[in-house]
Structures are given as C-alpha cells and as structure tokens.
C-alpha cells in the first residue's frame, strides 16, 4: 500500500511517500504554505496523481501525549484535506522529525554549507518511516 506523508510547517509543507510495499519512505516534495484549504487541495492532488491509499499527517504531542499548539495546527489541517479527499487520513507523532532528519544528513556525509535550507521532505520522511516501522511490528 502506498503512503504519503506529509510534515506541515509555518513556511513549506514536506511531503513523503512510500514504496508500494509500505517498508520505506523517500522525501517527496516540498510545498510552499499558502493557506489551509489551498494547501490541502495541493495535499490531496499530490495523492491522488501517486495513487496513495493512506496519508499520514506529522502532529506534535507534548509529554503527556496531547497535541501542543502545532499539533492543533496539524490536526486543523487534517480535518481539511479529509474535506478534500476519499483518502484516509490518519495523525501520527511526529517526536523529533526535524531533530532526526538534520542529523541523518549530517551522518550522510553533506557539508555544512549544503545542511543549510528545508529539512521539511526529509522530516515528513522520517515520520513516514516511524508509522511504516510501527505497522510492519505489528
């Protein structure tokens, strides 16, 4: 089953998708943020035109497992492109995308001066492959 995941942002939304067998993600794309409803259209066009199954949405969760405030954001978002599209559309923690995507290009080997720019693909990759590590022990 293909997925596709998505990181939103203040600034860029990143996108992930899986390979038709739900075992890895890759960075897809990145989509410069308009507005909730546009972006979610965007969102939903993207799915459709890769044939998607699911999309899971990164949502920050404090301590005690509740949304933060970008959380909240996150799961506005949601409830949005679920207005857009057939697709289901599930919500999934995404602890330390950001954090685990810069240090995978630092392991990888890229130079500081090319760190620099959007992690927002890359983290919505790592989400996508914390939900695919999750489903395939279960």
Known sequence: ???LAVDPGEKNIGLAISDELGISAK???VII???REKDAARVAEIAT???VELIIIGQSLDDAGKPTFTGR???RFAKALRAQTEIPVKLWDEFRSTQIARETRVKMGVSRKKRGGHLDD???AVIL???LDREIEN
Do not use: N, R, T, W
Request: proline letters at 5%; glycine letters at 4%; a positive charge.
């Open 1 to 3: 089953m293909k997925i």
């Open 27 to 29: 960075p897809l794309a």
């Open 33 to 35: 943020h308009i507005q």
């Open 49 to 51: 035109e890769k044939g």
């Open 73 to 75: 954001k996150s799961a």
């Open 122 to 124: 890359v983290a919505a």
């Open 129 to 131: 492959q914390s939900y």
